[in-house]
């Protein structure tokens, strides 16, 4: 049950941070050019390098936003179940695993 209620979490922080970045997005670029976003890549109003540049801008404060929020969801799960979330547990344990097997490795 704690699996599906983190992945609920990250769901809703994902799309949040999905909406927040798209509002920042096309702000910034109004703000920079003064104009409104390019809608699509074959866009007649803007050149190949504006549409490059406004999809690597969109492409990193959308990943940002969608980090910092992931990041905020497994904090509040932390706090909020005790515990870190089921895949944070998983990968821990698969890392110190990973880590015995190493030194088991080197000691032969």
């Known amino acids: 049950m704690a699996g599906i209620a983190y992945k609920?979490?990250?769901t809703v922080s994902g799309i949040a941070a999905g909406k927040a970045a798209k509002k920042?997005?096309?702000a910034s670029w109004k703000?920079?050019?003064g104009g409104t976003p390019p809608v699509d890549?074959?866009?007649p109003d803007y050149s190949a390098m504006q549409v490059a540049i406004f999809a690597v801008v969109s492409s990193a404060i959308a990943g940002g936003f969608r980090a910092y929020a992931q990041r905020k969801a497994s904090?509040?799960?932390t706090k909020t179940a005790g515990h870190l979330p089921p895949?944070?547990?998983k990968a821990?344990?698969?890392s110190e695993a990973q880590k015995?097997?190493?030194k088991k490795v080197a000691k032969a």
Do not use: I, R
Request: net charge neutral.
């Open 8 to 10: 609920v979490l990250l």
């Open 24 to 26: 920042a997005t096309t």
């Open 31 to 33: 703000t920079a050019t």
């Open 41 to 43: 890549k074959h866009d």
């Open 75 to 77: 904090d509040y799960y």
């Open 87 to 89: 895949p944070v547990e």
């Open 92 to 94: 821990k344990a698969k």
């Open 100 to 102: 015995k097997a190493d």
